[in-house]
Every structure is written in structure tokens, then in C-alpha cells.
């Protein structure tokens, strides 16, 4: 299907302040971007660089008074997503060199401390795509979804304990439980066509019978629509933006997906 | 300034034919892309990746029949080129490790033969910014301007001896000269505002004085305009397309830049 | 001064297990390998790999029974810790891209949970290097140094709430206090010099007036005799050894140090 | 079979020489370096790096005087290399993003020009590993190996035109050849057990059925006992030294290969 997402940002900036930006997908094996806007005003200097996870940053500072950025893009994106239920769990010594550090443990994912649930929850499953599913199964019936519950992002032991989370919290605590059992994990931003109340979107991807696949504890039914436009081991490393300096706070935040043809 | 620039290339294919083109500009500290459109005719799965010049890259097999890719984007670019007179040769040792490859040699650029030449045309010019414009200046004496003149690129070896060339050509032997010198220099291949036929344009930079300049022998005068696509050791390394198998030439190809703001 | 280092381990092999070993020191600016000895017993495949931050990481499936590690290495390094009293703090809008990601909050390392205590703990201290300074003061007279307290990793809230901690600990929360701060700070394993008792140890890097700094909270000087094995943005990055599967502890474990030659 | 190797050379250097040095063989799936040793006389800061191609470089400005580089190492490197006799051509599409660029032409190695060339030379042969093969054994028929005979690298257009080669450029004709049918290839530096005269030795890796495999034109069979220390598209890129500033050329050079233990 054909989507046109937005994001728009404003702020109210009284003392310069530098900026990194996440707002730019990427076309890629999943989605490909075929029209993009992306306005900065007032119009500043901004440098893009790629970040480890292959995502587009772009650096500013902003000056003092009204900043604003507005991003849309015209993108297809799979109608329906792959699921791969039987895919075996990989082998550590045969993952990709570059998968490797989607197993270790990250700011907001401790997977060094739910070994023992982890194996709870997927008791008696197939080792690999199964499990992920079983601990999906389990997020939707342990933790409460509760939009706007977490205005900072809060960890996966902290979910753990609050059971109830936001669609970041959900990704965060899926991705722990995954790694806890060796299967990569890693964390997902972006669009999801349908989702209510519209807002930017988190998920996330594990490893597992050769490739990245899709979860989203917060959606009863996996549906496609996906624009991803970061990808990272957790909330830390795909930030829409990243703001440094005295703290400044949108003073408004706009999120649209549409459908624009199949 | 801000500049439109467009690119639409059409072929009629009898075979599946591989794809990588390099047509979709990064913003960047030169530039900024704020709207930007790349659409293909059919639809066919698109996987982009970033080469090792930090260029992005589509990967397509283009199905039997017409097929067109249309791409074009809005762009602020500087309305002047920056200009280094008297900046210094960078010394070996002082070179950032990713700038040590556009030392070498390359397919178009034998730069391994070409130290005594240079060292003539830069007699008695400072080391560094004013050595490349020497160079500059005996290209636009030396070399004959002629468009249509090579379609497959040539060597600066074989530029040398014919005399003649397009302008790929003439940054060609441009780089091979400055890096004859130990002077780091690499290939742009993109867009300038006002070249006379209208066409892709390749230009080249060298690095000196720790940072890249611009330089185009085959313009009187540096003016402001340009917006690169892709950056490379030589042509080799910034087709704005690579097909692979049987030739496929293009039935149509147009190119565009229109000033649409200041 | 020249070193020689030497890191040995042992396990008893149940099960095939997977490991990552970090234990090649690079050479690099602050230290040259001479001599290097990489020993495996029994000998098996071995893939190495750079990572993300640039270590050399081995890869390979202990086979049951003893397995054994044996490293060592001849290294040139500094006599002399170079010191920045006086370096400014480097605005974030002209930090290397490649240093952004050192100012994020990471597994260990909750900076997104110190602003206000680092800004007390600096209040009064010069932008920069000075506030590092400050901050390696305060762990000295606030954190109780105490070999062995934490077998597995412990983060730097846990710490800062504990008060005491072995070196990875002091690291990890001036890594953290440091980053609240927006200075890039991370982890670095290795070697020193004429610790007590001998063992691997933990210290960090501030990039602070346009290059890494080096801090060491644990001792009372800043000594030479330094040698670095892994750098990451906390230990979830650079274990000297990450194994997967049942857990299996080392049956022994030996590090050495010793001066050879001025 | 394991191996002990060895490259010493030294110089005689008048003013300051800026060196990149390419002589740290780095482990990998087809070779484990168990010791190494890499000593540079006078004592002078080192930098190390990883170039584009994963190679280990070593960067430093040789004084004036004698100048000496001694390197050796242990190395455990595979019996047999491995064959692939009907390994089936890849697809452009199916290639790996890394192996792209192996198929482009590049400085020794001008496989634009050797189509017609290539499809003779292979006509009738399965695509893939069999295609190679046929390469090779026209090498061996057409090509006069004669050690010494090119002191500096020659093109592949010139070393089929003289018909006469040194280990390199058996490569560089085999790679151009390789590449003109869309087959990557690459160029490797290093040592062979069993070369005579003994010298530093070259060979070229092609990609297909999914995997990177050795030939070596110079050799009646392929036998194992290589040890690889450089990777790249062509001699351009895996120089084991590269010395920049007026020419200086060693005073001595000498290589050993002594099989060590089985």
C-alpha cells in the first residue's frame, strides 16, 4: 500500500540549541520512499551524517524564537507483514557479524535480568519465531497499554514492575525478553497506518530463521503499514530527536498517516 | 540559492536487467534536499544501500518493457563556491584516515604517471590551494571543451594525449594531477545551475589546507550552484547508474536545473 | 615505558558454547603491539570481526571439555596520562558525528537520571575538562572502593545509591555524570601498570577540548602505563568475554603486568 | 598447516617520509594468527587504521637515517584450499551490498575493455566457479610468468598486450577478465608456503555460489599454505607499503615462509 506520513515539530527556543534530528526514513528491503519533504524553518545550516545503525541523523542548532520542522514522505510499504511462525532460533556463531550487538543488553532493554522469566514465558515453545510470539502473547496479557503513561522512557525492568506501558515500553520489555533468550532484538520507530490515536509508532524486529522480523505487542493483529524511520537497540539510540542543553519542550507535535492508493 | 533539479532516464528492456543507479542526493554540510522525488516506472522492488564514499545506492532489476526512473528534488545550495587561495598542502601525516584513499590511483585517474607533468604545471605555485588552481588553469588552456566528444569515460592517460574531452574528462585529469602531488582529490558527479547544454555534470575536489574544495576546469569562472549526487575515487565509482548483463542503453534521458528561489 | 601484558582463562565445557572474546589490543595513537601472542587450546575456528567502536572481536564455539585462552602482548605506551586542565567543553554542534553516540545514555550508564547531581557536583568549574576533574574528585570521596563487591555488572544508579564499587563501577558513573552534562564520555578495558591487586581494570575517556581525555577514579594519580584492550559506551560493550547458552564461569583466570623496558 | 612468515625491509631515508605500512595480517575464517610481531627501528609514533576494505594500516613518518621494518607472525592457515568446481554464477541482485564494488574496474584492473575477451575465453563453461577456472588455465597458457620482469604495477590491458607477468599482474588479468562477466573479484597480498624464488606473493579471489573463492594463475595446482595480508580491488589498494614525497626505495627487503608445525 501507498501511505503519506507527516511529522511535524514546534518549539519555542530561547537560547540556542543544538539538535539531532531522526526524521528522514530510509528506502529500503521494506519500504520505499518515492516522494519526501523536509523543512526546517527558519532556515538553518543542517549537517546529515549516518549513525551506526544506518539511520540518517541531521544536526542543527536551533536559533532563539519559533522552530519548526515539518517531515512528510510518499512511501510503499508491504500490505501485509511477513510473519514466519516455525522460523528456527540462529545459532549464535552463525549470526551476521553485524547482528551480533542486537544481543546485548542496552539502556532501556536489561535483558541481563529476565533469563529465568523468559524461559517462563516460552516454556515448551519452539526455539526461535514461536518464542517470539509466546512473549508477545504474554505483553498483551501482562501489560496494561496505556497511551501517554510514560512521557520519558522508562526501562524494561521498570515495566516490568508499573505493567503498564506505552507502545515504547511494550518494544522495550519484548526486546529484553528476546535477548534474555539469545535472539536479537532490536527496536523500531516510525508509522503505522491505523493506529489510534495517531501518533509516532514503536515496535520491534528479532532475528530469527535468517532475517529480521516484525512484532507489535500493541496491535491484536500483525497488519501491514509499516514505515519504519529508525532502527536501534533501544529508545536511546532512535530518538526523533535528540535536544542538548537547557531542556525544550515541543510546543506542538503533529502526526499524520494516511492511505493514499493500494 | 534554491535550485529544482530533475533527472528522468527511460530504457526499453528485453531481458531483466541488474541496476544500481546513484541518483537520490544526501543533504549534507553543501547542501540541504528539502523535497525530493524518485519514482519508478513500474513499480519494482527497490533495496538502497550506502557505498563506501557514503553515496546511497538503489539496487533494481528492471522487468522486460519500458522503464523509466524520474527523479527530482529541491535543494539549497550556495550561491558562491568557497574559495581557499594560499590554503595550505595538508601533509601526509596530518590527514584524516578516511581522506588517505583519494591518494591513490584509481581506473580513470593514473595518477602514478603523471608526477613530473604536475610538478611542471605547478612550478612555482605555494604548496597546496594555489598548486590545484595552476592545474585548473593549465586544463582550461590545454584541454579542448567538447561536449559529446567521449561516451564511454577515457583515462587521464588517454585525456592527456587526445587533448579533448567532456568534463568528466577534464576532472579526471584534474585528480590525477593533485594526487600526483599528494594531494588528495576525489570526483563529484551532480548538478550545476546554468551549464550550457543542460546535462549531468562532473566536477572534482581536492583537500587541502583540512578541508575538500571545489574546482570545475571546464567553467571560467567558480560560480555558485552546484548540487552533488554522488562522490567517488573516479567515474568508476559514480555511475549515476551501473547496469549489468547485456548493454541497455537509454531510449531517453533528460536533465533539469531551474533557480526556483533565492 | 614497554609492558608486558598478559590475560589468561580457562573454562570446563559442558555444552558447546559460543563466545565472543575481546581480549587483541589495537594498535592505535596511545600505544603500539610489538608483540602480541593469541593462544586457543584445543584450537578452533576462530572469525574475527571489527565491531561498532572498533575492537577486534573473536568469535568461536568452545567445545566441551577444558578450553582454554592465553593472550599476552609487548606494548609501547605513555609514561606520562596527558592532562587538559583548562580544555573546553566542546559545543555539540561541532563534535565529531562519530562522537555523538557517546553522549547517550547506555545499559550502565542512565545519564538521562544525574543532570541535577552533576551539575552540583561541577557547580563553580570551568566548561570542559575541569568539570571532569570535579567529577573523578567527588567519586574519590564519595564511592568506597572495594574489590570484588559487584561479581556482574551493576549500573550507575545502583552505584551512586550503594556507594561502593570495583573499577568498572567508578567508570560507569562518571561515564554517566559526565554524559548528563553533554560531554561524550566512554569505557575503556584494559591494563595498568602497577595496579593492586592485578587484574583487569576499567577506566574512561572524556572527549573534552577536541580530543579523548583520560580519567581514572580509582587511583590517586594519574600514572602512565596504561593499555587498552576495548573501548565502548559501558561494559555491556566491551566484556573482555560474552558467552551465550548456559552460563560458564571461568575455572580460572590470571592477568599480568609487567615493565620490560624504558 | 601452520606457518611462520616473515617481511623485513629497510631504507635509507634523507628528508622525513610519510609511510602507510600494510603488513598486520588479520585473522579470519581462513587463517588464525596465534603470534605476531611487528617492529619499526627507529621507535616512532604509530596510527593505526582500517581502510575500506578491512585491512589493518599502520601510518608514520619514517626520520632521516636508517629506517627498518621487521614483521613476522605464526599463523594456522587451511591444508587445502577449498575448490568449488560448479558453484553457479550470482545474480547482480542476489550479491551482497559489500561485493558490489568488486565488480567495478578500477586502476590495474580495466575490466571495461576485456568483454569480448572474457566471453571468448570462457565460452562453453558453466557461469561461475567453472568460468574462473577457464580464466586461469589461459593465464597459465598465454601469459609468461617472469618473475621480476614489472617493478612497478602494470594495467591488465598491458600485461595482455606484453603478454608476460609477475604474480600481480597474473591477478590483475584474472580479476579484469572476472569482472567483465559480471563475476566480483578482489586482489589479495601475502605469503604462499612453497614459492620460489621466496617473495611476498599475490593472488585474486572471485565470488560465486555465494562465497569467496581463491585462484592463483601462477601456481600448476592450488595447493594451500596462503597467508592473506591485504584485500582490495587491485594493487592500487593493497600496497604493502605506500611511501609518499620524493621516491625512496628500500635497501633491503626479505621475506621468509618456514612451515612450523603441522
Not at 519542550?249 to 493514499?260: D, G, K, L, M, Y
Amino acid at each position: 500500500m501507498w501511505l503519506r506520513t507527516s511529522c511535524d515539530l514546534a518549539f519555542d527556543i530561547t537560547v540556542p540549541a543544538p539538535f539531532v534530528l531522526m526524521l528522514r526514513p530510509r528506502s529500503g528491503a521494506q519500504q520505499w520512499i518515492e516522494r519526501e519533504e523536509y523543512r526546517i524553518v527558519p532556515s538553518v545550516s543542517v549537517f546529515e551524517f549516518t549513525d551506526n545503525y544506518g539511520n540518517l541523523c541531521q544536526r542543527l542548532t536551533a536559533p532563539p524564537g519559533e522552530f519548526s520542522v515539518h517531515t512528510s514522505a510518499e512511501v510503499r510499504t508491504a500490505d501485509f507483514v511477513d510473519q514466519g511462525f516455525g522460523a528456527p532460533f540462529v545459532e549464535i556463531q552463525n549470526l551476521p557479524d553485524a547482528v551480533l550487538s542486537y544481543l546485548l543488553p542496552s539502556r532501556y532493554c536489561e535483558s541481563d535480568r529476565f533469563c529465568q522469566m523468559a524461559t517462563e514465558i516460552t516454556a515448551g515453545q519452539q526455539l526461535g519465531y514461536d518464542q517470539v510470539v509466546a512473549i508477545v502473547t504474554w505483553l498483551r496479557n501482562n501489560i496494561h497499554f496505556s497511551p501517554g503513561s510514560s512521557d520519558t522512557p522508562v526501562s524494561a525492568v521498570e515495566i516490568n514492575s508499573s505493567q503498564v506501558g506505552v507502545c515504547r515500553d511494550f518494544a522495550h520489555l519484548g526486546i529484553a525478553l528476546c535477548r534474555s533468550l539469545s535472539i536479537p532484538a532490536r527496536m523500531v520507530v516510525g508509522y503505522l497506518y491505523g493506529l489510534e490515536p495517531i501518533d509516532l509508532h514503536a515496535w520491534f524486529e528479532a532475528y530469527v530463521g535468517g532475517r529480521w522480523y516484525t512484532f507489535d505487542a500493541t496491535q491484536a493483529e500483525l497488519k501491514g503499514g509499516y514505515v519504519a524511520v529508525g532502527y536501534g537497540r533501544d529508545a536511546a539510540d532512535v530518538a526523533v530527536y535528540n535536544q542538548f542543553g537547557p531542556v525544550v519542550n515541543p510546543t506542538a507535535q503533529s502526526v499524520s498517516v494516511e492511505r493514499i492508493r493500494d
